[in-house]
Nanobody, 115 residues
Framework: QVQLVESGGGLVQPGGSLRLSCAAS????????MGWYRQAPGKQRELVAA???????NYADSVKGRFTISRDDAKNTVYLQMNSLKPEDTAVYYC?????????WGQGTQVTVSS
């Protein structure tokens, strides 16, 4: 079993930045592609950024050019750098494998973009 723990969320003004972290309890990044997902109130969870075991990245159109996914294999950690944040980015952010494994969902980290 793998535990994924997200951190780094918070309240930020529009145009601001946050860096999210996802720490894995053991090394899985060379086996699985990883993704950052988000779920806003009343909406379905969506994939916003993904990184393969070979470090290729992909982004949802809504965050392209503003978000950057990266990982540090030595630290078993995946990051999401979020710049130029918008109110519509407000959501709970989760990391998981891509495609997701149900048993790997963590509690997520809340990101609120508001003035």
């Amino acid at each position: 079993q793998v535990q994924l723990v997200e951190s780094g969320g918070g309240l930020v003004q529009p145009g601001g930045s946050l860096r999210l972290s996802c720490a894995a309890s053991r090394s899985i990044f060379k086996i699985y592609a990883m993704g950052w997902y988000r779920q806003a109130p009343g909406k379905q969870r969506e994939l916003v950024a993904a990184i393969t075991s070979g470090s290729s990245t992909n982004y949802a159109d809504s965050v392209k050019g503003r978000f950057t996914i990266s990982r540090d294999d030595a630290k078993n950690t995946v990051y999401l750098q979020m710049n130029s944040l918008k109110p519509e980015d407000t959501a709970v952010y989760y990391c998981n494998t891509n495609p997701p494994i149900n048993g790997y969902w963590g509690q997520g980290t809340q990101v609120t973009v508001s003035s």
